[in-house]
């Protein structure tokens, strides 16, 4: 017998509900634990939060098999769980994913989904979820025949769950078009959302993940929209601390870019964190901070200061809610989680002394060793402290942000490659203002080792475990960094490791996937970190014939600029067939850059030159059987598109089968000629027929 909606009576004593906060585990991959979950629980009433939304996507019976029944002894799992959040004073809310094949139109399968449920509200559960986000969109045909719109097949099972397990309190629904992005045409117009908000039954809530799937900025106007065509506020799913679509990143930044001013117009906000349990302190740290400054009231403590962004919030800072996190976790790092591991450290354990005081007792009686005055001191490390936290999360903020260490140890390494450009290969006395700019840059590069090697002695094992591979990341990639800016200023030959013919394994960085994304012309048009404002944006495409005039446009103004006579008098190269269109390039060995106002650039390869370096008369230098030519409108003053592109011309002659390139230059074309020698990888080549005024240039791949 279903009994009275609580919601439904809520409403009509005109009490408010509370505001929905908490955690929803909602993303790919390994679930977390039951022992993760329940601490996450205790974590949770302690913080203030008041909500788990479980719905793990890779667990089986969640979504890939969520007709089948729970066996006992995961039954007996779930009961404790439900058992342990209620203890907690935490709404433990029930999701399942049944879109993946479900027949909306057949009631066994709605009777099966009533079963299920009805199997967990056996286990204590009464708040629960019905989610339909990432599902195929097209019905089959007996739903198709049944219901007007996918909107209305998911919202007549819904509202018939609903009602069957007696109008729960709480009762979450994620539709398919779950943020903005999704909408068609956009979210006011959304047939799909209408039907939503017209039909399904007023005691059930909405999730929503804002303008996107992970939503840099939610405003208030983007809720208010969304709740007049739902009619009613929705929950946040928020994705801004996910990190299931990317394996080298994880976002301990603070909760962020969303006003407090949301607070009112929402139903609730749940976190979608990280995949690793542990890290997530910060995430959730924060939000239940967010969620505490929504009261309207100022809070000295949290208002906003000069640090943060220009309109920072009045309620809620960032910054300081940062802080608060990580003073917090400090703790828990400190603290062994683990029999057998290391003791807590103590500033007195540091101290590398041999004595001959008494050996100290340990908790299991072993005497402690301490080496004599000719023996090996003991490894010791210092303590992590607040600042080694800091660095850790700005160097893994969040999705669109880099903290800002970060963004200044990429400003400067950008500003020290610069620099060191502009100087010239020649010169090798850098000035005053390099040096210590590189001194600086390498003291960051020590803090974060730094921070590695204290990080990986702190007693608590878990947390360390769940960073290890990102803290490893990061170590190689700065590592990597500090090499190159030494050798940048003569202090050390090309990186040894990294240049060598017979890398290790770790030399190939990224694996497969890393060597798809350089392929790809558009490889580091998407870094988060930009370069200082550019008057352009420029794109990199494959080339197509269509492209002919306008590459031989930018071929002969080229050709004017360098000769200051008619063209004539220019010695010949083989690639102004290429450039001039009487050759093609060899299929994929072409690219073309463009700004706003059209083609501005080329880079055209042949992997074969060997005939067209007969018609030129010319012996080809032996490793380098083929040719690039390149070239960009002078109106291009920004070195970085340019290096893109031939940087991808490169991979794609390689996977053509290349071993070795050539490019031949005229004396008069400065501008490609330093181009080519600060890419580093070009020398010089020899070459028999070459005319007096041409140079060649040459690498291997
Ligand atoms: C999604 C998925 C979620 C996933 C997230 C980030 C929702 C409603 N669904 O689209 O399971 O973790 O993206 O990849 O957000």
Known sequence: MPKPSASKAAAETGKTRRFISGVVEGFYGRPWT?????????????????????????????????????????????????????????????????????????????????????????????????????????MCPADKQAFSSFAHAQVAVTNEVFKHLGQPDTFLFCP?????????????????????????????????????????????????????????????????HANDYDPQRIFMGPYKDRPTDLIPKLR?????????????????????????????????EMTGDDDDEAGSDPCYSPRRALTLALTDWLQEFLSTDQPGGPRPLNPTHLKKESSDEEPMQTDVGDPVYVPGSGDNPLFTAEPLTLDDLQLLSELFYLPYEHGSTARTMLTELDWLKAHREAVGEAETEMTAEWRSRAKCFDVMCVAVFTMFNRLSNAPNRSILYDLYNYICDIKSGVTLARAYVK?????????????????????????????????????????????????????IRPFCPEDKTEIQKIHMEMQRGEAKAPAAA???????????????????????LEDERG??????????????????QRALPGDFPSMVTMQLHPRVTDPAPARRMIGSLLSL????????????????????????SKLGSFTTLKMAGLPQDVIAMGTSL
């Not at 992970?214 to 405003?219: A, C, F, K, N, R």
């Not at 083609?599 to 030129?616: F, H, I, K, P, R």
């Open 34 to 138: 039951m022992e993760q979950r329940t601490e996450l629980f205790q974590r949770e009433q302690k913080w203030g939060l008041n909500t788990y939304l479980y719905a793990p996507k890779d667990d089986y019976k969640h979504r890939m098999y969520w007709r089948d029944l729970y066996s006992p002894e995961e039954a007996e799992k779930l009961v404790a769980l439900i058992t342990a959040a209620k203890k907690n004073g935490v709404d433990f809310i029930y999701a399942i994913s049944p879109g993946l094949d479900i027949t909306f139109s057949n009631p066994k399968e709605v009777a099966t989904l009533k079963r299920k449920l009805d199997q967990v509200s056996g286990f204590g559960c009464s708040s629960f979820s019905l989610l339909f986000d990432d599902i195929e969109t097209e």
């Open 176 to 240: 398919t078009d779950y943020c903005a992005a999704f909408c068609t045409p956009n979210v006011s117009q959304s047939a799909y959302l209408h039907t939503v908000g017209e039909n399904l039954l007023p005691g059930i809530d909405v999730l929503w993940t804002g303008p996107k799937v992970v939503s840099h900025h939610i405003t208030v106007e983007s809720i208010v929209e969304v709740s007049s065509v739902l009619k009613r506020a929705p929950v946040i799913w928020d994705n801004i």
């Open 268 to 300: 609730g906000v749940l976190t979608n964190p990280n995949c690793e349990y542990y890290p997530n302190f910060v995430a959730i740290h924060t939000l239940a901070t967010w969620c505490r400054s929504g009261g309207g009231q100022r809070d000295v």
């Open 487 to 539: 050798q940048l200023g003569g202090q050390s030959r090309p990186s040894a490791q990294v240049m060598t013919d017979d890398p290790e394994p770790w030399g190939f960085r990224g694996g497969l996937s890393g060597e798809f994304q350089r392929m790809l012309p558009c490889h580091g048009n998407r870094d988060l970190f930009r370069h200082p404002p550019m008057t352009s944006v420029y794109s």
């Open 570 to 592: 220019l010695p010949a190269l083989i690639s102004d067939g290429l450039a001039g269109g009487q050759l093609c390039p060899s299929p994929s060995c072409g690219l073309v």
């Open 599 to 616: 083609v501005c650039g080329y880079a055209l390869g042949l992997t074969d030159t060997t005939a067209a370096a007969l018609n030129n």
């Open 653 to 676: 002659m390689k996977t053509s089968g290349s071993r070795g390139v050539f490019c031949e230059l005229r004396q008069g074309d400065r501008r490609m000629f330093d181009f080519y």
